[in-house]
């Protein structure tokens, strides 16, 4: 297939619908191919974009905050709640444990430890 589509992408015109299609397949072969081969890579990426999707929802709802600087807290409020939820820890339960280490001193340099990924589960 791939000897067919090199010999057709040179005599179709590449602005037609055709070598559009022609010049798709070639750009994504490589990825094709390791489909082919390995039976782990899935054919879409459905899943992915299904676990996106709110975070991307909360994105576009943060531009009607009234303000430039409450669009930015509520963005960071936003993604912490999705990273912890993508990390099976409980958003509220997170968010009060991190505030409350937060005002009863701890270092900023330990600031990574506090972070949804590092937390135990709540």
């Known amino acids: 297939m791939q000897t067919w589509l090199t010999l057709h992408r040179s005599r179709v015109a590449g602005k037609s ?25 899935e054919i879409d990426n459905n899943s992915v974009e299904r676990t996106i999707r709110p975070i991307a929802l909360n994105r576009k709802n943060s531009l009607f905050a009234g303000h430039d600087a409450g669009a930015e807290n509520w963005a960071t409020i936003a993604s912490l709640i999705e990273t912890c939820k993508l990390n099976a820890v409980e958003p509220l339960a997170y968010l009060s444990a991190t505030l409350t280490a937060i005002v ?9 430890e506090l972070l949804p990924w590092n937390t135990p589960k709540l």
């Open 17 to 41: 619908p055709l070598g559009e299609v022609i010049a798709y397949i070639a750009k994504f072969w490589d990825g094709l191919c390791i489909f082919l081969t390995d039976g782990r890579i």
């Open 104 to 112: 009863n001193g701890d270092k900023q340099s330990k600031l990574d």
